[in-house]
């Protein structure tokens, strides 16, 4: 599903060339569910800004459902991110001056769907998240594990092939972080792939597999954790 | 996506009404200062006969002192001698035409406590009404034979109608001017074309005549003129007569010529006449004969002054200063909105989707900013107004029509597109994982 292969990135200013990712190497297969973490500066936001088509690769080859991402061009790249990519921010990212049923309907928006399928898309998002009866509360009327909850409806609404999540639960308190982690899980158990970057290692133990990210690169030299899966199993 | 953007637009204003005001002032005040100084050269340069232009043709001959033209470089005179002026109306050979020039005259109303007041007239003929579209509210001209038998007919505006009569439909009495009788044979309805075409010679945007009477009669009755005369050489002889056949210029002729064969014949005839008065001795300088449309006849007379080219042209400069600082305030309020912006990147927006949003909104600022800007040039018209009180003229060039208020909006909002097309293509090339991630 997901392949990069020796992917580097390069930041340039006049004076500095600051290399955030090399020769990252990563396959992640069609309804994983992949922690990513790795000490600050590792790279980790990096590689989920490429892996999202948020920002250009420097060097290697990234492949998304056997596409070569780096051929394609503005028009086709957002229509990826639309259709085949959900993202979930540590700051939820909501736009204040929507309430939650228009957040959610923000990325619909750019796809060809009719009002009223529009509209279903968004109640079922919606109310997958527990959130149906605060449908038309602004983003400031809720509490920050709610505005997640938002920000997870709008990334399922236009149901993705894979979900990225920055920290997902870096601005709640545990009891918050579990409920929004026990959603990822069952979102994952319905088939999405989820990679999430977080630098928590009790939170990279509900994943399924975990990826160590030092100095830009996958390192072997993961610390122990004990899988969701490995649990499962 | 129009509904949405149009939202997406009035909420992203709503958010910022601090920036919003700023930005829909600054085209405002921007707009407003150019509206009103081409308002008021659109009512200046308007013809007011454009239906007609290409059928009506002021006349001009040569007939000026052989070694000096009448103005460089090399132009005819703008007025007819009355010999010339009458030998071409009874040649009548135009489809329609008219000769007419200003006079003054003294009204007696019927209410003999009511104190005689002076007032414009214009001594003319048959055709000038039907030729100029002359609107009426009671009655008519008067016919070609009024013009033949120099009958005492008067046609009055409805001010002077309402003035003297009170308003009553007042066709087939008795007016007393300069202690004659003549019988009213129509009341004009409102009319006021700016400018007056048929007569630049005096003030373009003075109000028309208040009372017009046959030409004949008036030459006849030797009226006084009220308009310009100019001689190039003294007259021949002693009183009225001598003047009427000398080479002093005071009629205005304008003819009605159906179609360019027929302005071609016109223009032929008028060599042939020039030619022939040659012969006699007149008409010393070149063949500079002259048939100019009302458009080109208020060009030739320049009836809009440099003045106000220099005016609008500061105005357009003040407009740009305006739109600069638009664009700075765009600038910052997509700065200010990164972060949105980054997000709909993120969440599957084009640029061309995002183009298309920021532009739209740019569109609602400049419709805001057009619509105020109607308001401020209102405002600045009662100021030049009122910087002009004294001339009654003024109240008919601080005039907005439909036209000018459309073209408010619309340069306005061209004005608040071509602003925001950097601002927008900035915010559209912004990369969106540098705003998204804050930890």
Redesign the interface.
């Known amino acids: 599903m997901l392949n990069m292969k020796n992917v580097s990135k390069v930041y340039r200013t006049d004076t500095v060339e600051t290399h955030a990712l090399r020769e990252f190497s990563l396959t992640v297969e069609e309804g994983e569910f992949v922690s990513v973490t790795g000490p600050s500066g590792s790279g980790k936001t990096t590689f989920l800004n490429i892996a999202g088509l948020l920002e250009d690769l420097s060097g290697g080859t990234y492949e998304l459902d056997g596409r070569d991402i780096s051929k394609l061009n503005d028009k086709e790249r957002s229509r990826v991110r639309n259709e085949k990519i959900g993202f979930i921010f540590q700051s939820f990212n909501l736009i204040p001056e929507l309430d939650v049923f228009d957040n959610v309907d923000v990325p619909l928006r750019y796809r060809d769907f009719r009002a009223d399928e529009r509209k279903r898309r968004i109640e079922e998002a919606i109310e997958l998240v527990g959130l149906g009866s605060r449908m038309h509360h602004l983003p400031a009327q809720l509490s920050g594990g709610q505005q997640q909850r938002v920000a997870i409806a709008r990334a399922l609404a236009g149901e993705p092939r894979f979900l990225l999540a920055d920290e997902p639960t870096g601005n709640l308190d545990t009891t918050m972080a579990d409920s929004v982690l026990d959603l990822l899980a069952e979102i994952n158990k319905a088939g999405t792939t989820i990679i999430m970057v977080t630098h928590e290692l009790a939170l990279a133990d509900r994943a399924r597999r975990n990826i160590f990210v030092r100095d830009g690169q996958v390192s072997d030299n993961a610390p122990e954790l004990h899988f969701a899966s490995m649990a499962a199993g | 996506?129009f509904r949405?953007y149009l939202k997406l637009g009035t909420?992203?204003i709503?958010?910022n009404p601090a920036l919003s005001f700023l930005m829909v002032a600054a085209i405002a005040i921007g707009i407003g200062a150019c509206m009103t100084i081409m308002t008021v050269k659109h009512v200046m340069s308007g013809n007011p006969i454009e239906h007609k232009n290409d059928q009506l043709y002021h006349v001009q001959v040569d007939s000026w002192n052989p070694d000096d033209p009448y103005e460089d470089p090399d132009l005819p005179p703008e007025q007819l001698t009355y010999l010339d002026a009458k030998a071409l109306f009874d040649a009548s050979r135009a489809f329609r035409q008219t000769t007419s020039y200003k006079i003054s005259r003294v009204v007696q109303p019927e209410d003999d406590d009511a104190r005689p007041f002076q007032t414009d007239g214009r001594a003319t003929t048959a055709d000038f009404f039907p030729m100029f579209d002359v609107p009426f509210l009671y009655g008519s001209g008067w016919d070609n034979a009024a013009d033949a038998t120099e009958e005492r007919v008067v046609v009055l505006s409805r001010d002077l109608n309402e003035k003297v009569f009170g308003g009553e439909n007042s066709v087939g009495r008795i007016l007393t001017i300069n202690g004659e009788s003549f019988r009213v044979s129509g009341v004009l309805d409102d009319w006021t074309p700016v400018p007056k075409f048929f007569d630049l010679n005096n003030n373009p945007y003075e109000e028309p005549e208040s009372l017009y009477l046959p030409f004949s009669l008036a030459v006849a009755g030797r009226f006084d003129r009220g308009g310009n005369t100019s001689c190039w050489k003294p007259l021949e002889g002693d009183g009225f007569e001598a003047f009427l056949a000398s080479e002093c210029i005071w009629v205005q002729m304008w003819v009605e010529l159906q179609g360019e064969s027929a302005k071609a014949d016109y223009m032929q005839f008028l060599d042939a006449y020039v030619e022939e008065q040659k012969l006699l001795g007149r008409f010393p300088r070149p063949l500079n004969n002259r048939l100019y449309n009302p458009a080109e006849w208020m060009e030739y007379q320049e009836v809009v002054d440099d003045d106000v080219d220099v005016l609008l042209g500061l105005a357009v400069l003040f407009l740009v200063v305006c739109l600069l600082n638009t664009i700075g305030l765009l600038l910052a309020k997509s700065m200010r909105r990164a972060?949105?912006t980054s997000?709909?990147?993120?969440?599957?927006?084009?640029?061309?989707?995002l183009f298309k949003q920021h532009i739209f909104e740019a569109g609602i600022i400049g419709v805001a900013g057009g619509l105020l800007g109607i308001a401020m040039t209102w405002l600045g018209l009662r100021g030049i107004e009122n910087l002009y009180v004294e001339y009654d003229f003024i109240q008919h060039l601080v005039r907005m029509d439909w036209s000018m208020i459309s073209l408010a909006v619309v340069l306005a909002v061209a004005s608040a597109l071509g602003a925001a097309l950097y601002p927008t293509w900035r915010t559209c090339n912004i990369?969106?994982?540098t705003h998204?991630?804050?930890?």
């Open positions: 996506m949405y909420l992203s709503r958010a972060k949105d997000l709909r990147r993120a969440l599957g927006a084009s640029k061309l989707e990369t969106p994982a998204l991630r804050l930890q």
